[in-house]
Each structure stands twice: as structure tokens, then as C-alpha cells.
């Protein structure tokens, strides 16, 4: 029987029903940099797992070693203008059911040192001109997200996961995902590092997305990969270099063309690229055995999966980067957007 890295199912049906528990209050932070726990940085008390907390004044909630802390909804950035952090470092943060990183202002959440995070739904970059940005750093650092994952929704989001750190989400991921202002970025890099996704990933919705697996990063999807699909001009894709791993369900390691037969193709493309030395290419130019491998595989968590590993080598740091801001571009256009 397989087992996905990233499935969550039996956890999901428990934590759904914590959903029921009604609003108890709306919680402000108040405070700079300081520890989410002692009640002096929050208005008018400190959350508990019923509350809505917010933290709009640009400052810094620590979720610390041996700390425990919990809230029903989160909200960093709630409204323009309005900024919000949350350092998750040997903690543990759990948000019963919506969290909002950028949900029309600006969010950032890092989780380090074996911290780990969880969530329900969670949003990167929700609203249009909203800012989101999560990084899942180290061997140990986790976030699961039980039900969607939005790496800009409407707005821009970017998610980084690495040196073996992991992310797995309970149902659908989605990049870029509402409307065609969004963008979404999505980078799984370093040894050990894993994106596992029980249900569907869509990398480019109606906005632009960008899905990186390098150096060892692994993404597995246990149902359908989607990728540009509403055809906005091939401006969605997936690059893999240097060791990255696409795991995808069913037996399809004959050829590329049978590996990207799992690949819904909706009325957009099956665009993954591989690095050819100068620039970035469709994996139906690269070439087998040199660079990249086709595996089916029959037992571990990834049980009846075809793994298709890019050995090619990354491109230079400055190289790389560059090429990511061209693929996904910054677009910008007021309005309101979804996933409230």
C-alpha cells in the first residue's frame, strides 16, 4: 500500500472538525519584535486556539523553543499598507482554520531550527497588490497545510522550502492561482527538502507561476499536475536542475512522452525545462541517461510512483535568479481578491 510523503488525509478529517469552534474574539498585536506568549504583546490578551489574531503594525511574533501557541485565524498584513512576521524557531504554531500571509498587505512567516507550523487553508499573497512570503528552513523545520495551499492567489507569493526541510499539503497546492494579476513562486532546493501534495498541483492558474526543484528538492503529487492552465501564453512552468525530483502517481518510465502523459494539459502546456548549459529548455530536448532519469517505483512512501530525476546541473546563482524574475514578471492591478 503507498504512502505519500505528504499525506495528511486521516489527520485532515480531525482537523476539520475543529472548524466548528465559533469565533471567541479579534486579537491585535501590539508589540515590535518580542515572544508570541506573555500577553503584554497583545489587545486585549494574548490568542488562544478560538481567537482571530492580527499583526498589521509591522512587527514580529517568535514562536520560541518549548512554546506551544494556537489561534483560530491569522492575519499578517490584513489590509494595505499593513505588515506583519511570524519567526516560528523550535516552536510549534498551530492555526485551527484560515491563514493569511499577505492578505492585502505584506506577510512573512519563517520556520527554523525544527519549528513547525500548521494550518488549514493557507494563503501567500491573497489579494491583489497583497505581498506573501514563507520559507521552511533545515532538517526538521515542517509545515502542513490539511486542506489548499495559495502561492499567490490574487496577489504575488513565494514559498521557499530547503535544506531538508518539508511541506506537505493535505489536498490541492496551488500556484498563482486566482486571477491573472498573481504570480507564485515556488523553489523545493537542497537534499531532503520535500513538497509532498496528497491531491492536485496547479503551477499557473489564471496568473503566472513558477515551480523550482534543484539540488536534491523533491515534489510528489499524488493526483493531478496542472500546469499553465488557462494557455496565458506558456508564461507558467516547471524548472528542475542539479538533482531535482518530480514524483508523480502511475508507471510511466518508458519515455518522457509517457511521464508527461500524467500531466494534465488542460489548455495550457506540460512545460518542465531542464538547464542545458545556457539556458532553459523542454525536457523533450534533454536527453536520457545524460540528463535526466526515469524511475518506477516499487516500494517506500513512494510506492507506484514514476520519479523523473534532472541531473543537469544548476545554473550560477546570478544566472538563476535573474532567469526566475524574468519567467515570472510583477504584475500589479488594484482591486479585490479572493479566499476570505
Known sequence: MKTLIARGGL??????????????????????????????SWTPTEPTFGDWAYINNSGTAQVTPSNYENCYRLYLGENTDDMGTVDVAGGSLRVTTYFYLGNSGKGIMNVTEE?????NYCY?????????????????????VHVNLYVGNAGSGKLEIKNGSSVRTGKDGNIAFYDTPSTGEVTVTGSGSTWGIWQNLTVGGMGSGLLNITDGGLVSVDGRLNIDTHGNAGDSSINMAGGGKLALYGDADDSIDDFLALVSPYQGTDAIQYWNGSAWDN???ATPGVDYTLEYLTEGDLEDYTMLNVVAEVPEPSTFTMLIVVSIGFLFVRGRGRGR
Open 11 to 40: 489527520v485532515t478529517s480531525v482537523f476539520l472538525s475543529l472548524t466548528c469552534i465559533a469565533q471567541a474574539g479579534n486579537i491585535y498585536w501590539t508589540a515590535g519584535t518580542a515572544n508570541w506568549s506573555g500577553g503584554s
Open 115 to 119: 519549528g513547525s507550523v500548521s494550518s
Open 124 to 144: 501567500i499573497g491573497n489579494d491583489y497588490d497583497s505581498e506573501g512570503k514563507a520559507t521552511v528552513d533545515g532538517v526538521g523545520s515542517s509545515w502542513q
Open 283 to 285: 525536457i523533450t530536448n
